[in-house]
C-alpha cells in the first residue's frame, strides 16, 4: 500500500507547494468564478423560483471553467524545466503518477470550491452550505478532475494547450457536469437522501469509470 | 545495488531496437551492450538519434521493436524497477523553478524512498559543489548551477546505471571535473554509464570504450585505450559526413 501511496502523496504535496509558491491559479481562479457568479446574477430576475432553477447551472459552469483553468497550469508547470520527464524517470508506475496528479488537482478544486461557496450563497441568496451538497461536489469534483488530469496531460504536448483542453474535456465529462447541476437543483430544492440517491449513485459511477479508464490510459498519453 | 542486479551479465543490453517518429526510423535495429563498471561514450552527429536512444533506454519513449534491458528489467514490463535502476542527465536539469534546491532533491528522494535523506542529499550537494545554493529557489540560478544541482538528482538513489546525454552543456571547467570525478567514483560498486557527447577529447578521456550511432544503429565501436585522438576525429568525420 506504501509502494501505491507514499509516492501519490508526494506528488500531490509536491503540486501543493507549487502552488502555495506562485499563487498564480487561486488568484486567477477565484477571480473569473466570482466574475462569472456576480455577472450571472444580473442576467436573471432574482425571484426564488428562477434562483433555485438556474442557479445550479451558474455554480457548474464557475466550478467548470475554473477548473479548466487549474487543469491547465497543472501540466504546464510540468513542462518547465523539463520536469515531466524528472516525474516519469521516477520508480513508480504510470498509475501512481496519475494518481498523485490527479490528488493535487483534486484538493485545489475543493478548495476553490469551499472558498466560493459562501460567496454563491451570498449572491444568491440560497442555503447552499448543506452537507448533501458537499458531498455531491466532492463526488462530481473528483470525476471531473479526472478526466481534467488525464486530457490536461494530452493537451500538455499540444501547441495550441488553452484552447486543445477545453475542446477535448467538455464533451467527455459533460455527463459528470449535467448530473452535478441536477443534483445541486434537487438539494436546492430540499430534496431527501432517496431522492438524491439516483443523481449520486450517477456522479460516483461516472467517477469509477473515469478513473479506472484513465489510470490505464495516462501512461500512454505521457510517453513518446 | 540488488543481488539480482549484480547476476545479469550486462549493465545495458539493447537488441534489434526500432524507433521511429512519423516520418522514417530514428533507431535503426541497434544493439548495444555495456558492461558492469565499464563506461562507454556515444558519438553522433545531430540527428542521428543520441537523445531518442538514451530516452527510450530511460522508458521516456517506447520502442516499436527490438528488446532493451537495464540491469536485467525489460523496459516494456518492469518498467519502475528499471528506473530504479538508473540516473539521469539530460538536456534539461529536469527540476522544479519554484522549488528550492533542497525541495527538489528532497521530492525526488521521496519518489526514490531514499534512505537518510538529508544526509544524501547534503553529502551529493557537496560532492557536485552546490551546497551553498540549495536553499535557493532553482530559477535564481545560473544553468551550470542547475545543471549540477541535476546531476546530484540523478545520483540521489545511487543508481548502478547512469545514462548521461550531452551532460557537460552548461558546465564551467570546475563543474566539468566535479562531473569526472563524479563518474570515475564507484560508491562502493561497478557504475556502468552511457554518455553522449561531441566532445571527442573529453569522450575519449572518459571512456573504457567508444562508439558512433550513424543513421540509427552503432557504425563503429573499439576500445577507447590506445586510440589515438585524431585518427579517431577522422574516424568520426568520416561518419557525420556520410550521415549528411
Known sequence: MSDFLLPVLTIAWKDVLLELRTKEVVTSVLMFALLAMVTFSFAFDPSPQVITLVAPGILWVAFTFAGILGFNRAFTLEKENGSLEGLLLCPVSRDVLYFGKLLGIFLFMMVMELMLLPFFAVIYNLPVLDIKLLLLSALATLGFSGVGALFSAIAVNTRSREIMLPVLLLPVASPIVIAAVESTRAVLEGASWGEMGRWLGLVAAFDVIFLIVSSFVFGAVLEE | ?244
Open chain 2, 1 to 244: 545495488m540488488s543481488s539480482a542486479t549484480i547476476a545479469q551479465p550486462s549493465a545495458i543490453q539493447v537488441k534489434g531496437l526500432y524507433k521511429s517518429y512519423g516520418a522514417g526510423p530514428v533507431l535503426h535495429n541497434l544493439d548495444l551492450d555495456v558492461g558492469w563498471g565499464e563506461r562507454l561514450v556515444l558519438f553522433g552527429g545531430n540527428g542521428s538519434g543520441k537523445t531518442t536512444l538514451v530516452k527510450t533506454l530511460a522508458t521516456l519513449a517506447r520502442p516499436d521493436a527490438g528488446q532493451v534491458q537495464i540491469a536485467g528489467w525489460d523496459c516494456r514490463r518492469q518498467g519502475a524497477m528499471l528506473r530504479r535502476s538508473i540516473g539521469v542527465v539530460g538536456h534539461q536539469p529536469l527540476l522544479y523553478e519554484e522549488l528550492t534546491g533542497y525541495e527538489n532533491l528532497r521530492f525526488y528522494g521521496r519518489m526514490y524512498r531514499v534512505p537518510q535523506l538529508d544526509e544524501r542529499i547534503q553529502l551529493l550537494a557537496e560532492m557536485v559543489g552546490v551546497a551553498q545554493q540549495l536553499q535557493a529557489r532553482v530559477r535564481t540560478l545560473s544553468h551550470g548551477m542547475q545543471k549540477r544541482l541535476s546531476l546530484a538528482r540523478a545520483l540521489l538513489h545511487d543508481p548502478p546505471v547512469l545514462l548521461l546525454d550531452e551532460p557537460e552543456a552548461g558546465l564551467d571547467q570546475k563543474a566539468l571535473e566535479r562531473l569526472d570525478d563524479v563518474l570515475a567514483s564507484k560508491e562502493g560498486h561497478p557504475r556502468a554509464v552511457l554518455m553522449t557527447t561531441h566532445n571527442v577529447e573529453r569522450g575519449l578521456a572518459l571512456a573504457d570504450r567508444v562508439a558512433i550511432l550513424a543513421r540509427g544503429r552503432i557504425a563503429y565501436q573499439a576500445e577507447a585505450k590506445g586510440l589515438d585522438v585524431a585518427a579517431f576525429r577522422q574516424t568520426y568525420n568520416s561518419y557525420l559526413g556520410a550521415a549528411q
